[in-house]
Nanobody, 125 residues
Framework: QVQLVESGGGLVQAGGSLRLSCAAS????????MGWFRQGPGKEREFVAV????????YYRDSVKGRFTISRDNAKNTVDLQMNSLKPEDTAVYYC??????????????????WGQGTQVTVSS
């Protein structure tokens, strides 16, 4: 069992930065690939970024490449999402999620076993 708790959301002006954090419980954190997803108003949930269990591999959706950075600390059971140059279209509830390593499709939320409650990010123009 893994419990995930996100923090760090808020209101920021376009061009600003936010850093989201996700704290995980349990002693098997390093067994999971960790992803960030988001769901904007009136939109479907979409993949944002994923980091492999070791931290050695990362993938991003095209619209956030070069602006967002995902990282993890397996000693602290945390995964972060640094978001720079934020745009109004980044406004969404952001969720972290855990997927057992070597399983499922990293881009598909259906493959993730555990989810946090979400944190709101609002970017004003």
């Amino acid at each position: 069992q893994v419990q995930l708790v996100e923090s760090g959301g808020g209101l920021v002006q376009a061009g600003g930065s936010l850093r989201l954090s996700c704290a995980a419980s349990g002693r098997t954190f390093s067994s999971y690939d960790m992803g960030w997803f988001r769901q904007g108003p009136g939109k479907e949930r979409e993949f944002v970024a994923v980091i492999s269990w070791s931290g050695g591999i990362t993938y991003y959706r095209d619209s956030v490449k070069g602006r967002f950075t995902i990282s993890r600390d397996n000693a602290k059971n945390t995964v972060d999402l640094q978001m720079n140059s934020l745009k109004p279209e980044d406004t969404a509830v952001y969720y972290c999620a855990a997927k057992r390593r070597y399983s499922g499709n990293s881009y598909d939320g259906n493959g993730y076993e555990y989810w946090g409650q979400g944190t709101q990010v609002t970017v004003s123009s």
